[in-house]
């Protein structure tokens, strides 16, 4: 009977693939509706750290059917990179477990360069974006003219319009931006062996889901990116190109709303962000410093597929009530609270002021310039010193651990369902 959806409720990057694993233990299929490979997904288990960036999380249950929906924008290369290296850690990723809808999107290389170019071009006002050509693609989506996984089921009549695609690139690179250009001929020949390599993962992706919950089976849909990175709902320009809220379930994939039993928000017990753009609750000292880490260890604040070291902040639960409303969410998932051990205060935005007015709701739709003007209002709270990293049962949390999780649960209205503290599949706090 029903889809669970799992979404990002800050600017990415909050460990939904783990909740994803999690919840993937009672999915007949998960599914990824957004994005492409500008996502990093990361997943410890068994002693593996995968970083996911097209394949679904759940692709780590045998029992789970993965699909890459009709929302998603394909770098074909990336992806059969990806199919590789998991097949090296003796994974399958075989047209039974792994199935591409054919209304996905192809994102060629020259969509990459073009991504580039055009940030470059913007010098100081560049958005920050991961260059894997996700806007280009989008937009050529949008003007109705890009290619579609179902375009592979003709190897060679795909290979000529990918020649195409890359000269209509080439000459706006070229033009534009003054920009070395690719070989049609030489992206022809690969993304031909790609769609022959291909071919027998596609499906119909819609029909596959609404097949599956007709049959009353459960399909976890798990999102990309964060609810502030949203096309429509996101800090614009500051955001990607996709629908990355809950809503972006339904039509990435291709389902109707009386499916959804259960929406997740996941949310770290701070908050990051990568790329330019507004960030109320950063924090450019020691503190911050002390949240991203060294970069030593995988689950540190760089990014998973930039490698770009992640603005950090304290948690701000302006944003999360923001993300609630949006999506619609039924609870939060509250992961990475262990990296806040040995803090000694703890700040937490309970809301925005102006001129001393103070409001509860992210002022999204005004404008970057109108939320520069706004400040946070802090509750500070005590730290704790314990290592939480092997507590499992909220109870055995330190007082001050429970106050702050209960303050997220107080302040957003949502229940906060589970707890990471730790990297490891099973380093999970429940009621
Ligand atoms: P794009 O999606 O590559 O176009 O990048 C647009 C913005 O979204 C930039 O600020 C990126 O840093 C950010 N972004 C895209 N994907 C992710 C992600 O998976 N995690 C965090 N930030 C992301």
């Not at 693939?17 to 990824?32: F, G, H, T, Y």
């Not at 039509?251 to 109707?256: Q, V």
């Not at 260890?297 to 597929?305: A, F, I, L, R, S």
């Not at 509750?379 to 007082?399: Q, S």
Request: overall charge negative.
């Amino acid at each position: 009977m029903p889809a669970i959806v799992v979404v990002g409720a800050q600017w990415g990057d909050e460990g939904k693939a783990r909740v994803v694993d999690w919840l993937a233990s009672d999915a007949d299929v998960v599914a990824r509706f957004n994005g492409g490979d500008n996502a990093g997904h990361t997943v410890v288990a068994e002693g593996l750290t995968l970083k996911l960036h097209l394949v679904p999380s759940g692709i780590l249950r045998p029992g789970a059917t993965c699909l890459i929906g009709a929302g998603v924008v394909v770098n074909l290369r990336a992806l059969v990179k990806e199919m590789d290296e998991l097949v090296s850690y003796g994974l399958d990723v075989g047209p039974s477990r792994l199935k591409l809808s054919a209304a996905a999107h192809v994102i060629l290389p020259t969509h990459r360069a073009l991504d580039g170019a055009r940030e470059d071009a913007r010098g100081k006002d560049a958005i920050g974006t991961t260059k894997r050509g996700i806007g280009p693609a989008y937009a050529d989506k949008a003007a109705r003219v890009n290619l579609r996984l179902g375009d592979m089921a003709k190897p060679e009549e795909f290979a000529e319009r990918v020649a195409e695609g890359v000269r209509a690139h080439n000459r706006r690179l070229q033009e534009r931006y003054d920009a070395s250009t690719l070989s049609p001929e030489e992206i022809a020949a690969e993304y031909c062996a790609y769609a022959r390599r291909l071919a027998p993962h596609l499906v119909d992706g819609s029909a596959l889901v609404g097949e599956a919950l007709e049959a009353g089976k459960t399909v976890l849909c798990e999102g990309a990116q964060g609810m502030l990175l949203d096309i429509d709902h996101g800090t614009y320009p500051y955001v990607t190109s996709s629908s990355v809220i809950a809503g972006g379930a339904l039509t990435g994939l291709g389902f109707g709303p009386k499916y959804v039993s259960r929406v997740v928000g996941v949310a770290k017990a701070y908050t990051t962000r990568v790329g330019a753009g507004p960030f109320p609750t950063e924090l450019l000292d020691e503190t911050g410093d002390k949240l991203r880490g060294t970069g030593t260890n995988p689950w540190d604040e760089y990014g998973t597929t930039t490698g770009r070291p992640r603005r950090c902040g304290w948690l701000d639960l302006v944003i999360l009530r923001y993300a609630a409303r949006i999506s619609g969410l039924d609870e939060l998932a509250l992961v990475k609270l262990d990296v806040l051990s040995g803090l000694e205060r703890l700040k937490v935005a309970v809301a925005y002021e102006r001129d001393g007015e103070p409001i509860k709701h992210f002022p999204a739709e005004f404008g970057l310039e109108a939320l520069a003007e706004w400040r946070p209002i802090y509750e500070e709270l005590p730290g704790w010193t314990e290592d939480i990293m092997g507590v499992r049962k909220f109870a055995d949390l330190p007082a001050a651990a429970q106050a702050y999780v209960s303050l997220v649960e107080e302040q957003v209205g949502l229940p906060v369902t589970s707890v990471s503290a730790g990297p490891e599949r099973d380093q999970v706090v429940t009621p």
